[in-house]
């Protein structure tokens, strides 16, 4: 079973910059979709940016041309780069791989931007 632990989230001011890491315990190179999620208090999880084997990217409307999403095969590693930050992107982001039949989390790294 794939193990996905999520770090760089913190405390910054709107208009900041944060690098979210994704790390997986074992390899991902298998992995065609890998992924970011948010979810805010009170709210449904939502999906922030894709990444396929391939590099094909996908991003949530409300986050384009702001954040950017990579991976790092070769250190099991998925990135999302966030600048711009705006009040209303705090959340716990979720790194997510889909490895059919199944889907992996990770436990959540907080964001917080304040204005």
């Known amino acids: 079973q794939v193990q996905l632990v999520e770090s760089g989230g913190g405390l910054v001011q709107a208009g900041g910059s944060l690098r979210l890491s994704c790390t997986a315990s074992?390899?991902?190179?298998?992995?065609?979709?890998m992924a970011w999620y948010r979810q805010a208090p009170g709210t449904q999880r939502e999906l922030v940016a894709t990444i396929t084997r391939g590099g094909s990217t996908n991003y949530a409307d409300s986050v384009k041309g702001r954040f950017t999403i990579s991976r790092d095969n070769a250190i099991n590693t998925v990135y999302l780069q966030m600048n711009s930050l705006k009040p209303e992107d705090t959340a716990v982001y979720y790194c997510n791989a889909d490895d059919p039949p199944g889907r992996y989390w990770g436990p959540g790294t907080q964001v917080t931007v304040s204005s």
């Open positions: 074992g390899s991902i190179f298998s992995i065609n979709r």
